[in-house]
């Protein structure tokens, strides 16, 4: 079992079709094949053995596809990085990952001239030369683009995710050739992609993405076609030349960058509309089935330890029938719901969510102390406090670690969250507790306001006791022009407080 191979097979199935559209480029799935093929033998030729870490510190690029695909036909494990991190933790990540090989885009050569003499790798750069650092399209040359004909178990250790949460705080899951297909069989059998589709991958692919998005297109035989985030009107311009079908984005980019863009493109041709990592309120919802005018859309709750964004699934005839609700587990998942004492609670009172199925991770590579901490007994531990209702459907309350102690009550800063998004005016939000001597935490609301939109602190106020309990209303409103977010959309809430309590000095 090797998630490599379906390259191969494609080539074979599916021959001249387009497997890759990226900028001028056009790719088969038979050339992709042999780029793939001659990256794992080049590979392998610099030494680079089964279980061998392979980084790649890039945006998205076609570049990154090849390596992730000729790693796994070797064996060994990639590890997608991402490019915009601080040299210091590109540094600690490398280490941490006992990376064989690097290969970096050209745009982060001022990082890596800051960090490579500290990092015993082999550098790789994919662009043009620099000094004595060998080129991609150099260390390619001269590999043959026949099968590197590696043995591979489906247990072996495929990609590394790295993640830290919202806390900050690195760790690398390790995700196995099992796990990684598992997940996307449950992308294809939710959703139904199927060859004729063409998908949007402008997520980046140093995420989880890689395996909730990119692999199921892959595997079904659809075209991809591979962009990124930095030109909302560029996007759409694709969307509507290449006919996409499946468009994944997260909510707040839709509001707050999007939206100026939709009305001048032909949009017709997508079928899905693809979200997940925040909240989805109804309003955004009924507008994003205005622009997208053919679209079903379905949101989607997961995490990197559970091998992507599709632990749970709230399909197109649920989205409003079930508002709020992040839908069900998905079907090759067991679950449940616990209390601190690891007992099951009921439905609609709140408990932990744990999860075990084939989609799980391996490990953290290399930090046996969390792993033995998040995987107990073979349930994993999420960290994500939910209810059930009666029929099974998950409402997604909070992190447990965002869960703020105000005045002796618990405050879950999601339910805050979801009902702010519901002030017209409030284009993105995010609460977080604050230290405080009086209440212990207090709870303060970041917000970002819609474009053209003025909100005042007693009108955010106004509006929250009207509607919460009053330990739950904010005691401070800020008004930022946006927030921190990591790759998949979540808000970092850690450089949030960190930034309010360096006000406060």
């Known amino acids: 079992m090797n998630f490599g191979n379906v390259i191969s097979r494609n080539a074979l199935i599916f021959k001249s079709k387009i497997a890759i559209s990226f900028k001028n480029k056009k790719i088969s799935w038979e050339i992709l094949d042999q780029r793939v093929n001659q990256t794992a033998n080049a590979l392998k030729g610099c030494g680079v053995s089964k279980a061998d870490v392979v980084a790649i510190v890039s945006e998205n690029c076609l570049e990154m596809i090849d390596i992730v695909f000729a790693a796994a036909k070797l064996g060994a494990i990639s590890f997608p990085v991402n490019p915009r991190l601080s040299p210091d933790t590109v540094k600690q990540l490398l280490t941490i990952s006992d990376a064989k090989v690097a290969i970096f885009s050209e745009n982060i050569l001022p990082v890596v001239e800051q960090v490579k003499d500290d990092v015993r790798v082999c550098w790789i750069i994919i662009g043009n030369k620099s000094g004595d650092i060998a080129t991609y399209d150099e260390f390619i040359n001269g590999y043959p683009s026949g099968e590197p004909g590696i043995d591979v178990d489906g247990d072996d250790t495929v990609m590394l995710f790295g993640t830290g949460g919202t806390t900050g705080s690195p760790k690398l899951v390790a995700l196995t050739h099992k796990a990684s297909i598992a997940n996307a069989m449950n992308m294809i059998c939710d959703y139904g992609f199927n060859s004729t589709d063409v998908g949007l991958q402008a997520l980046p692919l140093y995420h989880v993405v890689f395996n909730t998005l990119l692999l199921p297109f892959m595997f079904v035989g659809a075209t991809v076609v591979l962009t990124d985030l930095s030109d909302p009107d560029d996007i759409l311009s694709k969307v ?27 949009l017709s041709s997508i079928r899905y509309f693809l979200t997940a990592a925040a909240s989805f309120p109804v309003e955004l919802k009924r507008k994003t089935l205005a622009f997208f005018k053919n679209t079903c859309i379905g949101y989607s709750y997961g995490l990197t330890e559970m091998g992507g964004g599709n632990v749970t699934i709230l399909r197109p005839d649920h989205q409003f029938i079930k508002d709020g609700s992040i839908g069900l587990v998905t079907r090759n998942l067991d679950w449940r719901v616990v ?68 005045g002796g009550e618990n405050v879950y800063a999601k339910l805050v969250e979801d009902y702010l998004l519901n002030l017209e005016g409030v284009a993105d939000i995010a609460v977080v507790g604050i230290p405080d001597a009086v209440w212990g935490e207090k709870v303060v609301a970041v917000i970002v306001a819609r474009q053209g939109s003025y909100l005042s602190e007693e009108e955010v106020v106004t509006y929250c006791k009207a509607g919460l309990a009053r330990f739950e209303v904010p005691k401070t409103i800020e008004f930022v022009a946006e927030l921190p977010r990591n790759p998949s959309g979540k808000v970092l809430k850690h450089v949030l407080v960190d930034r309010i309590l360096k006000k406060k000095q």
């Open 240 to 266: 509507e030349g290449e006919k996409v079908t499946i468009f994944a984005i997260v909510p707040p980019m839709l509001l707050n960058r999007f939206e100026p863009f939709v009305p001048e493109h032909d």
């Open 339 to 406: 209390n601190e004492n690891g007992l099951d609670v009921g439905p609609g009172e709140i408990g932990e969510l744990i999860l075990r199925g084939p989609t799980m991770m391996k490990e953290y590579y290399h930090n046996e102390k969390e792993t033995l901490e998040t995987i107990r007994e073979g349930w994993l531990y999420t960290g994500d406090m939910v209810r059930q209702d009666e029929e099974g459907f998950i409402y997604l309350i909070d992190r447990r670690k965002n869960m703020i102690k105000s």
